[in-house]
């Protein structure tokens, strides 16, 4: 998906609102259980009671890959039941050499057709720069994690006293553009992602840390919205699970619901 | 596996060769295309062929999951063969906040059973210290990379003149013991290698870059080895592809046992 289509998706939906598919095995409904595709007919759910609500969708790779083979046959479904209008994004967080970062772009962009995939910077241009080669495909890289991790490395500061995180944000500004590279920067960190935005006022922006982990809404988009919007919020477990019973899909509409018209009033002060 | 044994086996075998199990599809010898699983087939005849002249074997993760389904089964199947006495490293380089971490070691350790896993430590100790709860499994996080990248970020240096890998490993250290963490550092850095050796004495280090990437097994083993031997040097492409004829296997073996010569000389100095 093109960055036109996906500020035209925000503006027509009134919301900014990125679902993350983190459907964890043990914490499904448990009627759901007796599915023969339990993750799946979870996810069907949540997408359809959300679908109006969310502009994007990230399924967290982690929560597929414990369950081996079945889980890549629910992600692979899960990501045929996305809308088209929805940007999906593959939570993965490659990073590697560039003949297998290569092959991890072939992977997310061929094999998958997911729109984007969040890529680790540890490892330096030629991890990053596979990503970037391919139409319509973004890399998401991490800036600063909404993590309390995000501390030890992250913050570690040059001579100058300019942290690590925001030395690689500018130096990643480098090698795409605002059409295929974003960033992630953690809804816990609000004055930082102030200053980022000052620093980078094109790029997208994908922001966990609403919801579980605590971040305010408010605070992001004062902080972190340019002109069209450019902030992907995202909120998981907030969503899939508001409700453990047979009522889940109700209980994650009403949150998405909830966020989203947040969302709208936000984007129309 | 635990280190008593790893010391073991690079003793017994007068070896500390990991061979990188990087079965890239279109690379494999034309006359396995006609198998089931060409994947397996061809790792099948290269472990066959280096069992006995290898410590460790690391599948790199990206080039099963660029098959889809398919490639996990290739996994799978792969893991099962590599013989009990051989260490096992999935090369997935994976990096998340603490309840994703947890779940990507519990996809490792349990739903496969490796002995190990490469972790990215941009994120800091959530995203590391999940991997370290698995009796006798190990986390292998990256400290100072072979590829060309590795000096945009891992060479940010703070006042003090402390690069952040040098940091990051120090800090690294403190999360684990020699018993359950390990490091990569590039073969293609022989100095910095010797440093991190100092400042490290017990740690095993994994080492990539020798072969294709350049590195010189020599200048490996004289300034990162220690009394355990304490290095697994992996070579991939160059063991792999020795040969892309029907004598592929044959071939692998020559080069699988050129290192392990080299190996046992360096090790009876």
């Not at 994007?56 to 629910?74: C, T």
């Not at 453990?244 to 936000?266: I, K, T, V, W």
Request: hydrophobic share 45%; charged share 20%; with cysteine.
């Amino acid at each position: 998906m093109k960055r036109r289509e996906l500020v035209g998706q925000i503006k027509a939906k009134k919301s900014f609102l990125c679902v993350g598919l983190d459907a964890d095995i043990h914490k499904l409904p448990k009627h759901l259980l007796q599915d023969a595709d339990p993750v799946f007919a979870f996810n069907q759910a949540i997408i359809d009671a959300t679908a109006d609500l969310a502009v994007a969708y990230k399924p967290n790779l982690a929560f597929y890959e414990s369950l081996g083979v079945r889980g890549w046959d629910s992600l692979q479904r899960t990501l045929e039941y996305i809308p088209a209008d929805c940007f999906t994004i593959a939570d993965a967080k490659r990073g590697d050499i560039g003949n297998t970062a290569d092959m991890y772009a072939r992977t997310f962009f061929n094999t998958y057709d997911f729109d984007s995939v969040t890529v680790n910077p540890y490892m330096g241009e030629d991890s990053v720069t596979p990503f970037l080669k391919f139409e319509g495909k973004w890399a998401i890289v991490l800036g600063l994690t909404s993590n309390a991790g995000a501390a030890d490395f992250q913050y570690f500061t040059n001579e100058a006293g300019t942290p690590l995180y925001k030395h690689a944000m500018q130096k990643m500004a480098s090698w795409g553009t605002p059409e295929n590279l974003m960033y992630v920067v953690g809804a816990t960190r609000p004055a930082e992602l102030g200053e980022l935005r000052q620093m980078l006022p094109e790029h997208f922006f994908l922001v966990p840390g609403v919801g579980a982990q605590g971040g305010s809404l408010a605070e992001v988009y004062e902080n972190g919205a340019n002109a069209d919007v450019g902030l992907l919020v995202n909120a998981s477990r907030s969503i899939l699970y508001a409700s453990s019973g047979p009522d889940f899909a109700e209980a994650a509409r009403a949150e998405a619901m909830r966020l989203q018209l947040e969302m709208a009033a936000l984007m129309e002060q």
